[in-house]
């Protein structure tokens, strides 16, 4: 993101410019105009030095009342050197104007970040995680919450037993203990 040089219009007084008198950058910058009184034109010059190197589209620069204008001002990339010159800036027809010394470093180069290939895997918990016929099952419940449902369990059992106890047949019983193994295995995986 390109840096800032900040620049007030209109703050004590109709077309008065105050802007700091240095700014320093690396690469292309922007010019913020801050107009806090009435709608005034702008205008902006490169000195020499400066303008062999950056650009301007375009010089002069209506600024509505209180509003703020960035002006964009790109600085060529295959710079290698630093340059120092001045940004004249000025309102009013050149009736109030200010100079600030701008210093352009060459551009800095994003550091590159290695990035370690075994990122891109799922660790061994996340591995574990995979989803079970379980998680199915508690994804289709939703958001009931767990002792509804072991209560439901529970009265489910006891009937099964009670059936169980009055047919006397051992295939009910072998179902009950089906029955109460998921259950329990359920209750247990969705309290974790």
Do not use: W
Not at 57 to 62: E, P, T, V
Not at 80 to 85: A, L, P
């Amino acid at each position: 993101m390109p840096q800032t040089l900040p620049v007030e219009v209109n703050g004590e007084r109709l077309h008065a410019v105050d802007a700091p008198s240095e700014f320093t950058t690396a690469g292309s910058f922007v010019v913020d105009l801050a107009n806090r009184g009435e709608s005034v034109h702008v205008h902006l010059r490169l000195g020499e030095a400066l303008s062999r190197v950056a650009r301007l589209d375009s010089g002069n620069h209506y600024v509505e009342r209180g509003s703020n204008l960035p002006i964009r001002i790109a600085v060529d990339e295959s710079l290698d050197r630093s340059v120092t010159d001045t940004v004249e800036i000025s309102a009013g027809y050149g009736a109030e104007k200010t100079t600030v010394s701008v210093t352009v470093e060459p551009p800095q180069d994003e550091p590159e970040v290695a990035v370690d290939e075994r990122l891109s895997r799922p660790s061994g918990a996340e591995q574990a995680s995979k989803p079970g016929p379980l998680d199915d099952v508690r994804d289709s419940v939703g958001d009931v919450g767990v002792v509804p449902l072991v209560g439901v369990g529970v009265v489910a059992l006891t009937i099964a037993l009670g059936v169980g106890m009055v047919l006397d047949s051992p295939a009910v019983f072998v179902a009950v203990g089906v029955a109460l193994g998921v259950s329990l295995s359920f209750a247990a995986s969705h309290l974790r």
